[in-house]
């Protein structure tokens, strides 16, 4: 493969990539929902093989399931692998906390603001895929905080789950009666008690935050379990 094939090959795997991420994360593509190369190499215009290098990628986030001799289908994360997830991005924002004592620096806040802020507009629009890029930028200064790479790379290797998260917490709540998607509220008081320099009340919200969302999905589909026998 000559140097611009390969070029037009990555180019052609984004452009595949960042369409199913889309179509995935916003609900235009359904669990379970069958993902045929040939179909979606024709909508895309392009050849087979840059999907094929979208799809193991888009494995790797959590968002698609290979199984041999079935191909690919749209993903979920199971509830347990979604509660461990969140526990570990939780633990490791907590870690770098301790480590910077809750300070984040003025450049670092207004980050987290500007974040906040789209997360804001963003309610209710139905735009999954933006509120998980602005959750990501917002959380990216928590875990900088602590000023060690190792910590951000283990932060880091879970961050292409976080697609996968939001859509694990969708599923599992939109049959819950009284139940309103709140993005905003916890974000705010992440914000606020860390401006604060409160670290305590700041880890206690990370945990409602993230282990508590983990652990009400682990709840629930453990009563849908028992409703199903």
């Excluded at 140097?3 to 052609?12: F, L, M």
């Excluded at 929902?33 to 895309?44: D, P, R, T, Y």
Aim: net charge neutral; proline share 3%; hydrophobic share 40%.
């Amino acid at each position: 493969m000559t140097k611009k094939s390969d070029e037009n090959r990555q180019t052609c795997s984004q452009k595949a990539l960042v369409y199913l991420r889309e179509q995935i994360i916003n609900g235009n593509l359904l669990p379970q929902e069958k993902l045929v190369e040939s179909e979606l190499a024709g909508i895309l215009g392009i050849s087979r093989g840059p999907v094929r290098d979208a799809l193991k990628q888009l494995a790797i986030e959590g968002l698609v399931d290979y199984q041999p001799n079935r191909g690919c289908t749209v993903a979920l994360l199971s509830p347990r692998d979604a509660y461990e997830v969140f526990f570990l991005r939780g633990s490791l924002e907590k870690l770098a906390l301790q480590r910077s004592g809750c300070h984040i620096g003025s450049h670092g806040i207004f980050l987290m603001e500007a974040a906040l802020e789209e997360i804001r507009a963003l309610a209710g629009t139905g735009n999954t895929l933006k509120e998980v890029n602005a959750d990501e930028r917002f959380h990216r200064e928590i875990i900088q905080s602590g000023q060690m790479s190792r910590l951000v790379q283990m932060w880091e290797l879970l961050s292409p789950l976080n697609g996968a998260m939001f859509l694990t917490v969708q599923d599992a709540n939109q049959n819950v009666p009284g139940y309103v998607r709140d993005l905003v509220s916890p974000h705010e008081r992440i914000l606020e008690v860390i401006k604060q320099g409160n670290l305590e009340a700041a880890c206690q919200a990370l945990d409602k935050h993230y282990t508590g969302a983990g652990e009400r999905i682990y709840h629930q589909s453990l009563l849908k379990e028992i409703n199903r026998r």
